[in-house]
């Protein structure tokens, strides 16, 4: 079996992937933290909506 180094990884196909996931998780993490205060209020709002007023929770 070939031994690898934690730099032969990174440039084989199996470790490719591996950097391309945690980058997207990155990525996405940034999102979620710059509009933060965007995207929490959208969920309450929707909860609101579900939830509070009956609408479509009542009509099930």
């Known amino acids: 079996m070939k031994r690898?180094?934690?730099y032969s990884?990174?440039?084989?196909?199996?470790?490719m992937g591996?950097?391309?996931?945690?980058?997207i998780i990155a990525?996405?993490?940034a999102l979620a933290l710059a509009f933060r205060s965007a995207l929490t209020?959208?969920?309450g709002s929707?909860?609101?909506?579900?939830?509070?007023?009956?609408k479509v929770i009542?009509?099930?």
């Open 41 to 43: 209020g959208y969920a």
């Open 27 to 29: 990525i996405l993490v």
């Open 18 to 23: 591996t950097v391309e996931v945690v980058i």
């Open 4 to 6: 690898m180094n934690k």
């Open 58 to 60: 009542g009509q099930l």
């Open 46 to 54: 929707v909860m609101d909506y579900v939830f509070d007023e009956g």
């Open 9 to 15: 990884l990174i440039r084989t196909a199996r470790g």
